[in-house]
């Protein structure tokens, strides 16, 4: 079993950073494709970014493409989230999902069904 911990959500104005954490217990996240969805108020849970268990392929929704940058410390078991430029309409609880991989798969899965772990969320709020 992989537990998953989401940090470093909070209120920021429009055109602010903010770097999301996910941090693993129980197994080594170096085995695991890692993922972040989020969810807006009154909206369905949706991909953002996902990150292979290698960190050589990384893939972005159209929505975030540019501002946001998945990466991975496989040492410290954390996969981070840097949002940049960010704006009103990036406010969600945000997730971590992640799900067994190959270290030379370059498939990247982005539908929730297709994660097996995944975190309690934590929420960006972004004021205009």
């Known amino acids: 079993q992989v537990q998953l911990v989401e940090s470093g959500g909070g209120l920021v104005q429009a055109g602010g950073s903010l770097t999301l954490s996910c941090t693993a217990s129980?197994?080594?996240?170096?085995?695991?494709?890692t993922a972040w969805f989020r969810r807006a108020p009154e909206k369905e849970r949706v991909f953002v970014s996902a990150?292979?268990?290698?960190?050589?392929?990384?893939n972005y929704a159209d929505s975030v493409k540019g501002r946001f940058t998945i990466s991975r410390d496989n040492a410290k078991n954390t996969v981070y989230l840097q949002m940049n430029s960010l704006k009103p309409e990036d406010t969600a609880l945000y997730y971590c999902?992640?799900?067994?991989?190959?270290?030379?798969?370059?498939?990247?899965?982005?539908?929730?069904?297709?994660?097996?772990?995944w975190g309690q969320g934590t929420q960006v709020t972004v004021s205009s």
């Open positions: 990150i292979s268990s290698s960190g050589a392929y990384t």
């Open positions: 999902a992640a799900v067994s991989s190959s270290a030379t798969t370059v498939y990247i899965p982005k539908q929730e069904h297709e994660y097996d772990y």
């Open positions: 129980g197994r080594s996240l170096r085995r695991y494709a």
